[in-house]
């Protein structure tokens, strides 16, 4: 909790923060990285030039703000972060300078309003926080028996297509030791060189159930779109990952984690490459509880667009209470019009029906797909608890805003 006299600086600041969050936080980066341009190998500089990150940032600080004494709501918040923080290998050291970097460009863009008494009363938050974030990533790292940033070298020992876009990479460790244990839902890092000699992270999350003998991953190619430039790893992977290929990948974090070993019924709705960890979720239920009900939906561009159909085909032949209904925005001609394919975008009226004060749902896919599908849930009747979401990107936050 912050002091008294640190309290009233910070609620007045929320705000004005809120009208400068996304200057304050492009200037943070900016210096931070003119200063320290090693830590550009740890950020995501794909989300950086297309601007999502400065929106996240602002967001964690308008979050922090304005939920600063609700622990409640912060708790979700920092569990995310934390776990993302870990599979790229953030240490105590980086607090510092995050911080001092933080409060320099709330001076530099607050001007005259920054007066001492409210940066030093966001020294005062922005500490509290960073021991929080110490703390637990200190716990992450223990729990997992690795140093922040470890790398292991994995071999990639078969690649699948996954309709047109995606490509599955099965892989083994290549240095030995046994293989990390993680749930479904749980993502790895994988770190790519550059012929800059830059690295870059990205998480795929796992699509395969544990097995202790490999891992898989799921990567979707990122295409040149609207002047953007094609995806930097994504087509790195797709060009360069082929069999016996070594892959840097770290260990397993994420704290989405579909309930997969109890004997509830589950809900699991996805789109496009969202899917990877609803297959992870499927492939386990289907090896430890066959008979268990389960909904899984999916949407897709089109049928050449989905992936992992093999899989769905499999838990379906061995899961009597499964029941499926994939969306496909252009069946037309996909000679897949059976009765659990829908043609055009998820409608959640037409998946199976499910008992809703006790299911939980989890969600994946691309942002307006999960706002659209978590609105129309909570308008079904489903209770906010029961709702759990994974986002390929930074997360938005929206709602604790
Ligand atoms: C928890 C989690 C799990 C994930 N799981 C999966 C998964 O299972 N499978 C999967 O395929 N992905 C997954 N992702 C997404 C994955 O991590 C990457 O974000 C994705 O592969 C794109 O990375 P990239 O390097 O190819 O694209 P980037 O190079 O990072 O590009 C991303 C976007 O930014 C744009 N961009 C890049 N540079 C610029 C620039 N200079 N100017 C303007 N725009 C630019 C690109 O055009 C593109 O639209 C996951 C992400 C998270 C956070
Ligand atoms: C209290 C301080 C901090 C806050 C509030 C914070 C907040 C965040 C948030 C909201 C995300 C996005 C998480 C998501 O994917 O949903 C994130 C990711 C990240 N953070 Fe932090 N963070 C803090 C400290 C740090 C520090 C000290 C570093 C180290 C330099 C750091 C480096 C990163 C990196 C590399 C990512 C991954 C983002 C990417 O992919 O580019 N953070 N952080």
Redesign the pocket.
Known sequence: MVSATARPYIDASVPVLRDHGVAITRTFYHNMFAAHPELTNLF????Q??G?QQQSLAAAVFAYAANIDNAAALGPVVNRIVH?HASVGITAAHYPIVGRHLLGAIQEVLGDAATPALIAAWDEAYSELADIFIATEKTLYATAGITPGQLRPMRVTAVSDQGDE?KSFVLEAADGMPLPRFVPGQ?VSVSVPFADGST?L????L?DKPDGQTLR??????P??AG????????WLHAHATVGSILQVTHPF?D?APDTESNMPIVLLSAG?GI??MIAALNRIAAVNPAREVIFAHAARSAAHQGHSADIAAAKAIMPNLRTAIFLERSAGSGRADAAFFEGRMDISLVPEWTHADTDVYLCGPVAFMQKQWRDLLEAGVPAQRLHR?????ELLDYLT
């Open positions: 995501n500089m794909g989300n030039a297309s999502v993302k995606m993502y870059q990205r998480q795929y999350s699509s991953i799921t990567v979707k190619r990122v040149e779109h953007h430039p094609a995806g930097h790893v994504s087509n994420g989405f490459v990877t960890p994974e986002v390929f990107g930074p």
